[in-house]
């Protein structure tokens, strides 16, 4: 199997697949496309939806970049003057109503090569996470419980492992290691020894991949038309500017992305469209929004 070109193919068909739902879902608003070209090798497929009745702003982007490895990357993973190859789909949904949590979303596939071209290295990444602003708690079950399902068909230990690596990952360190949400799975580097574990792996980023809306569409269509006011948004807001903060300081996707040469416009579409920085905010104890930060913090959902 040439995972190379199937995983290539099969993120672009998710990709179809995850915005032909969301777009039934809101019922106004569609994705706009943007095919792009990276000067260096590849490209990609950006397609952002906004203004909708349900979504405030969200992307769902495949890429296919390769080339020569920068030097701060051959610095990051400790090798001589490389190319490279990597692909994936990478998403980020934020909804207008507070109620409906923030979702994020990737799975990725890289190959490193020697300068004569020769595979040296491959390895898969991905994951997907929940950011509510209002805690339901049959909402992080549901969520939770649809990717542990998943997982347990490939390893009765995958979902323990990956929700670990989520948990310890989505963090942001400068806040006192809140996390950013209530987690989800998060994995890295996993190297194939072989074809037959290739091939595996690759069956394990498909079942991932499918489940995600089986995950999180049943949440949105519970929340979405519940009414809120203006300081639930303004919370909402709040919220939004640590999702900010982590995505700028803390996340490796967004930083290969820009050291890369990545196309900024794409790697910058996980921001929301407004957020708030609130000089020392403290919501009111014993309040709603003071329940969301007891939750920001590793617990057991399923």
Not at 37 to 61: A, L, Q, T, Y
Request: aromatic fraction near 14%; charge should be negative; proline fraction near 4%.
């Amino acid at each position: 199997m040439n995972i190379k070109e199937s995983f290539s193919n099969y993120i672009l068909t998710l990709q179809n697949s995850i915005c032909n739902n969301l777009e039934e879902i809101d019922g106004k608003a569609v994705f706009a496309e943007d095919i792009w070209e990276r000067p260096e090798g590849g490209g990609g497929i950006s397609r952002i939806i906004s203004d909708g009745n349900v979504f405030e702003k969200g992307g769902v982007n495949t890429s296919m970049v390769y080339g020569k490895l920068p030097e701060t990357m051959q610095q990051a993973f400790a090798v001589s003057e490389s190319n490279f190859f990597a692909c994936g789909l990478s998403l980020v949904i934020h909804p207008l109503n507070p109620f409906v949590p923030t979702v994020h979303a990737n799975w990725r596939y890289f190959e490193m090569y020697d300068v004569e071209g020769t595979r040296i290295d491959s390895w898969f990444g991905g994951g997907t996470d929940l950011t509510p602003y209002y805690i339901f708690e049959e909402d992080g079950r549901h969520f939770h419980g649809v990717l542990k399902t998943t997982l347990d068909e490939f390893g009765d230990d995958l979902y323990r492992k990956f929700k670990k690596h989520c948990d310890e990952y989505f963090v942001n360190k400068h806040r006192n290691n809140e996390a950013r949400g209530i987690g989800g799975i998060f994995y890295d580097y996993l190297r194939p020894k072989d074809d037959k574990e290739a091939a595996q792996l690759f069956a394990l980023q498909q079942a991932n991949g499918n489940a995600f809306l089986g995950a999180y569409a049943p949440i949105v269509a519970k929340r979405k038309d519940l009414p809120f006011d203006e300081s639930q948004k303004r919370w909402q807001e709040i919220r939004r500017g640590r999702y900010v903060e982590f995505n700028l300081i803390h996340d490796r996707g967004t930083l290969f992305g820009l050291k890369t040469n990545g196309r900024t416009e794409s790697i910058l579409m996980s921001l929301p469209p407004r957020a708030r920085w609130e000089y020392n905010h403290q919501p009111a104890m014993g309040s709603k929004e003071a329940d969301l930060l007891e939750y920001l913090r590793p617990r057991d959902w399923v």
